[in-house]
């Protein structure tokens, strides 16, 4: 069975070139950088994915660590930013590669125990026990809405304050303690936009490892008001048709899944 070794140097995957000038996971039965005796090796479960109407899952054992150093030595090797990895390798080991980001980003965040302060130890593969106190903790997900609000046939995209290039996307924000994922997409609207929806629909998820959320995409329909936007979140924000739209966000986002769907549909 292949070994597929998943390094990471911060938010840097390591992957191997191929002859024919497309990247791979490293897969040998060792890893190809040293490991330092204090690096944790961790065993990661299998991500599943469809491919057409079958769930396949990866065909291999999956270890991830974290090194100090970006590897800048190795012929064969290059870093390459997760985000970034989404068009270098196949769909497949990309998730995989996000799976091991979050996990690598919860461990280097429970190192202690958050009721008594005593050192944490892994329990499993994906929990944590107390050496103390004993209390145990998984990985955590922060869950996010995106909507896609429709008005006749134009769609709404604004532009985040946090995006780091000119390209509009969509309403979206964090689910609170309490509300349901319809909710969460009501609330975001109103208080980003000023807007009324109905006709909330599921439209679909994904993981997002940036680094450790869960996002839930919907359609809604515009049900009145006017755009206001809050200045804290959004600097830019109008109605949009299949001719005029702006540039819109990356392939790799639930949100261009969003407006393609849109886009072919109508």
Excluded at 1 to 29: N, R, V
Excluded at 135 to 144: D, S
Excluded at 194 to 214: A, E
Excluded at 245 to 263: F, G, H
Aim: glycine residues 8%; charged residues 20%.
């Amino acid at each position: 069975m292949k070994k597929y070794w998943f390094i990471f140097c911060k938010s840097d995957l390591l992957l191997q070139k191929c002859a024919d000038g497309t990247c791979q996971i490293p897969h040998c039965e060792e890893p190809p950088v040293e490991v330092k005796p204090w690096t944790t090796i961790h065993n990661i479960a299998p991500v599943a994915w469809h491919e057409g109407d079958e769930l396949t899952l990866c065909n291999g054992e999956v270890k991830t660590l974290q090194i100090d150093f970006p590897v800048s030595n190795l012929e064969d090797y290059e870093m390459c930013p997760l985000r970034a990895s989404y068009y270098k390798l196949p769909l497949e080991m990309y998730l995989m590669a996000g799976k091991c980001q979050e996990i690598l980003y919860w461990d280097a965040n429970t190192k202690f125990c958050g009721v008594c302060g005593a050192p944490m130890k892994l329990h499993t593969d994906i929990s944590k026990r107390c050496t103390q106190c004993g209390k145990e903790v998984w990985p955590q997900l922060a869950t996010a809405v995106i909507v896609l609000i429709h008005r006749h046939d134009e769609v709404l995209l604004v532009h985040a304050n946090n995006f780091r290039t000119n390209f509009f996307g969509l309403v979206a924000g964090f689910v609170e303690t309490g509300e349901t994922l319809e909710e969460a997409v009501e609330r975001e609207v109103m208080e980003e936009t000023g807007l009324n929806i109905k006709n909330i629909r599921y439209f679909g998820s994904q993981p997002w490892p940036y680094p450790c959320g869960l996002m839930v995409g919907f359609h809604a329909d515009y049900a009145g008001g006017d755009i206001h936007l809050q200045r804290s979140e959004l600097s830019k924000g109008g109605w949009f048709s299949h001719d005029n739209l702006p540039q819109i966000p990356e392939k790799l986002s639930i949100a261009r899944k969003l407006i393609d769907n849109w886009l072919e549909n109508g």
